[in-house]
């Protein structure tokens, strides 16, 4: 099993658009099979250093590949890239 792990830092005055990103990952598990579990979370305490984290769950680094060229998450990425400032990400087997 492999942990997809993301953080991003968004612009200021993003939030509405960060908020349909992050509700365009939500609606990718279902609809990309090779997603196992996903968790998405915006940072509640504030001032944090980043604004919002995706923890997902596949079964291999071949379906983790698979999900990143999938177009639908291509497409909601899209929308991530143009209002971010920062990402980072790792990639682990447990």
């Not at 953080?7 to 939500?26: A, D, N, Q, V």
């Not at 071949?62 to 400032?85: F, G, M, N, Q, W």
Request: net charge negative; aromatic share 8%.
């Amino acid at each position: 099993m492999v942990k997809h792990v993301v953080m991003w830092k968004f612009r200021p005055g993003e939030r509405e658009k960060m908020l349909e990103f992050l509700e365009g990952l939500r609606g990718l598990q279902g609809q990309i099979p090779q997603i196992v579990e996903q968790e998405i979370g915006v940072d509640t305490a504030g001032g944090g250093n980043y604004d919002a984290v995706l923890i997902s769950v596949f079964r291999s680094m071949e379906d983790l590949a698979a999900y990143k060229k999938d177009p639908r998450h291509v497409a909601v990425s899209a929308l991530c890239k143009a209002i971010r400032t920062d990402r980072v990400a790792v990639d682990f087997e447990f």
